[in-house]
């Protein structure tokens, strides 16, 4: 029994596990977000334009007395996960983005290493000699 504990702990101790105990727990706190933008920015824009907005209850079948076939909440469902959808693709495009000028910037900042004069290779700062052709750099 203490081999599979220690396995336990093991396993549990990875890195791979608590990478994706940190996802979970940040994609909690997103959906979070994300709702909160579909149902309070979105859901009312789109009443605002259709004048309904995306609420097809209604459409049922009753099968029997006690079974109905919903196909209204489904196609709800459906349109609900397109606009949450659409929303975390905005979201992530945008900071692909703003990570992708930070990168840039960053970069850019970066002053060039230093050059040997007579070989052209690369040396490091303070260098008196090239480790490459064995000139001396002034």
Known sequence: MSGFMKEFKEFIAKGNVMDMAVGVIIGGAFTAIVNALVD????????????GGT??????????A???????????AIINFLIVALIVFLLV?????MMAMTNIAT???EEPAPVCP???EEVKDG???????GSEIK
């Open 93 to 97: 495009k945008s900071l692909n983005k």
């Open 55 to 64: 609420d097809v209850g209604g459409l049922q079948i009753r099968v029997n």
């Open 40 to 51: 309070n920015v979105i859901q009312p824009f789109i009443t605002l334009i259709t004048g």
């Open 118 to 120: 007579h070989c052209l």
């Open 107 to 109: 970069e850019e900042s």
């Open 127 to 133: 260098a008196t000699r090239c480790p490459h052709c």
């Open 66 to 76: 006690e079974t109905v076939i919903d196909f209204g909440a489904f196609i709800s």
